[in-house]
């Protein structure tokens, strides 16, 4: 089990985010939500570091991963997380291919690895 992938990025959190939408649209993929947890934490009156789950992906590979097991519906679509720690900004993602433990979606490992590696180029990108 690989788990959870994280790298750091040599820009800043906002040209880190804004980085990583640009790699997503140029691929043609969906951006299906964006959930900022700063704002949601200021919101309550609570002070959290800039931190920004992005959810995307592509109908295209997600539906057969569905059809061979509903259940695989709650890891997608695929999301990565951007976050400030002090000075360091960090991407995340969980490694797609994990899932084959847990779902019954053997049939599917090449778009597993697929995924995995978009994860890893997108987040490369996003990072330099």
Known sequence: MSGLVVK???A???ATVKSLL???ERRGLKVFARVDH?????ETGLALEEEEVVLFGSPRAGTPLMLS???IGIELPLR????RDGADVQ???SDPRDLVEEYEVAEHRSTLEQMAKLLDELTSEAAS
Do not use: G, T
């Open 69 to 71: 097991d509903r259940r």
């Open 12 to 14: 800043s959190h906002s």
């Open 22 to 24: 640009a790699a997503i």
């Open 38 to 42: 700063a704002a949601a934490a200021s």
């Open 80 to 83: 990565i997380l951007v976050w």
């Open 91 to 93: 991407l995340a993602y």
């Open 8 to 10: 750091r990025s040599v």
